[in-house]
């Protein structure tokens, strides 16, 4: 039987392309922004793409703010880009913005001058520590990334690979069966596929 995954709907980004990528390694996936079709998946995506602030909106306009913090480390839960940002406490995107509070840290901007802001295009996963979403995957690794703003976990243990530009961020997290990348794995190509597909049948 083939995975049941939902991405949750929450009104920001462009959803079909992650919904392709997932659908192409095997699951059979649901976009939705019903709380109870939610709720029954047997994994959940949570993306998300443009300002951390307008994401938040989004879920809670939804009400599906709580549903995520009381989903995380119950079932396999995987944040995308914005997504990942958002399971930490807060950002400072257009002033304070808050987050779900699920893992201890910030979101903040870029503030290395030498370097061009976004950070666009394609860069390496320094793997860190052993997680399933990053198996099979070399370090070195090159994925492509399209993002100001970064994660910086107060826990050193959440931090699965680093990735530099300029500054060193976090660009996987990992904490039980609750995961999140920085980078985009539908525009990654063989690499984004597997973390996809490492998410699908072993997260």
């Known amino acids: 039987m083939k995975c049941n995954v939902v991405i949750i709907d929450h009104g920001v980004g462009n959803l079909r392309s992650v919904e392709k990528a997932l659908t192409s ?11 109870d079709t939610i709720m029954s998946a047997d994994k959940v995506v949570l993306p998300g793409v443009g300002a951390f602030g307008d994401c938040m909106n989004g879920l809670q306009d939804i009400g599906a703010s709580e549903l995520v913090c009381s ?23 257009l002033g304070v913005n808050k987050g779900l509070g699920i893992l201890p840290g910030i979101v903040t901007r870029f503030n290395d001058t030498s370097v061009r802001v976004p950070h666009t295009g394609w860069n390496q996963l320094d793997i860190r520590s052993n997680n399933i979403l990053l198996d099979g995957i070399s370090t070195g690794s090159y994925a492509y990334f399209n993002h100001s703003y970064y994660c910086v976990p107060n826990d050193l243990d959440d931090v699965v690979s680093d990735t530099e530009y300029g500054d060193v961020f976090c660009s996987v997290v990992g904490r039980g069966n609750l995961y999140g990348i920085q ?9 984004g596929l597997q973390i996809l597909q490492n998410f699908v049948e072993k997260g």
């Open 183 to 191: 980078c985009h794995p539908e525009k990654s190509q063989d690499i």
């Open 71 to 93: 989903l995380a480390f119950k079932k396999p839960l995987l944040g995308i880009c914005v997504g990942m940002q958002m399971f930490f406490e807060y950002s400072d995107e």
């Open 25 to 35: 390694v095997g699951a059979s996936v649901v976009l939705s922004n019903d709380l």
